[in-house]
């Protein structure tokens, strides 16, 4: 096993080099605000960093004082220790510090350096791993097969979910992959407590990326009904995400998530939790904190990050203000195909209105 050398190295401060430092602090303050999914800031600091490397190693190549450090070191060091700035980490040697602020009252800089291919010594304590076991074939027990199975397989990870032993060994379930009819019906059936008089259960949500939401999703939490007791206040139908499928835009009133901001490249947990906190505040808003009644269609798309943050925020609200709000989900349904009767005018356009069916709507 080879052993990864750090080196911090004393660089002058001449004005090439102070401007430089400069931007690599900047870029990091401007990437730890980015968003997610805004690259630009970050691959500004790496390769402002990468610069200011290269720099520091062509010095330490030249002869420049350098100092030897500890790899674990690395993780805690700033861009550079530049005169005048913050002090070197507690964690350091005394020695390296000492010899840091002795460069840096010489006008110099301490820079990081990492040598991955600098000759090492064997590891003693190095364990040996193996790879792990491959993933136990699921079968389903009653021989269903596409949709029918995948329906029985979600429905198997919600009730493993419900009997695990304590919050930190409790099951995960995993939508992913899942189609949102399935997902938006299942969780319906285990969110409602119905006359099984089980404890309520916050089952960790993880995706196939191996992200997990911040946020559980409780089940057996609620008595659903489909309908409101009385009278909506407000009745509103809603796409669940905008330029989706245009055929909605003749049914709805308007787009519940913009798509530009839902649809970013992010591990998918963040996109969970990000529809969770709009849909709570926009829930909120429109009940006015629950103190009006709202009756909400969702006309629904497949992506499951947004149906699971989505139906988290009904299942919360509904906790706190029960008889506040109806969803009834809507579902798309692609009409059957028109028998071919000769060939069609040239030029001719057909344009048909894709049916919505309802599904099983979620009310407390």
């Excluded at 190295?9 to 997610?36: F, M, N, Q, T, Y």
Aim: with cysteine; net charge negative.
């Amino acid at each position: 096993m080879r052993a990864v050398e750090a080196r911090l190295v004393a660089l002058p401060c001449e004005a090439g080099v102070e401007a430089l430092i400069a931007d690599v602090e900047s870029a990091a303050a401007r990437a730890a605000k980015a968003d997610h999914a805004d690259r630009a800031d970050i691959v500004r600091f790496e390769t402002l960093s990468v610069q200011l490397e290269q720099q520091a190693v062509l010095a330490w190549s030249a002869g420049a004082a350098s100092a030897a450090l500890p790899a674990a070191a690395l993780a805690e060091l700033p861009g550079a220790l530049r005169p005048g700035g913050a002090d070197p980490p507690a964690s350091l040697p005394a020695s390296v510090r000492a010899e840091v602020e002795s460069w840096r009252q010489r006008g110099c800089a301490a820079v990081a350096i990492c040598l991955p291919f600098a000759p090492g010594v064997e590891g003693g304590d190095r364990q040996e791993r193996e790879p792990p076991p491959p993933a136990e074939r699921w079968e389903s027990e009653q021989g269903s097969r596409g949709r029918q199975a995948v329906e029985e397989r979600f429905e198997a990870q919600l009730q493993a979910a419900l009997g695990g032993a304590g919050a930190e060994g409790r099951n995960a379930i995993s939508p992913s992959g899942v189609q949102n009819t399935v997902v938006t019906e299942a969780l319906r059936r285990f969110v409602d407590r119905g006359g099984s008089g089980g404890e309520r259960v916050d089952a960790p949500v993880e995706y196939r990326d191996g992200s997990q939401a911040e946020n559980t999703f409780p089940l057996r939490a609620l008595t659903l009904s489909e309908e409101l007791g009385e009278e909506p206040e407000l009745s509103l139908r809603m796409a669940l995400l905008s330029i989706r499928h245009t055929e909605m835009d003749a049914v709805v009133d308007g787009a519940w998530l913009r798509n530009a901001e839902i649809s970013r490249k992010r591990p998918a947990a963040q996109t969970d939790d990000l529809v969770y906190e709009i849909s709570r505040a926009q829930i909120a808003e429109l009940t006015r904190d629950g103190s009006r009644r709202l009756r909400l269609q969702m006309f629904q798309t497949g992506l499951e990050t947004a149906v699971v943050g989505f139906y988290r925020a009904v299942t919360m609200h509904l906790l706190e203000h029960p008889g506040s709000l109806c969803v009834v989900p809507m579902y798309h349904q692609a009409p059957p195909r028109p028998k071919k009767r000769g060939r069609a005018k040239k030029g001719g356009v057909v344009q048909s209105r894709a049916p919505f069916r309802p599904g099983t709507g979620w009310a407390a």
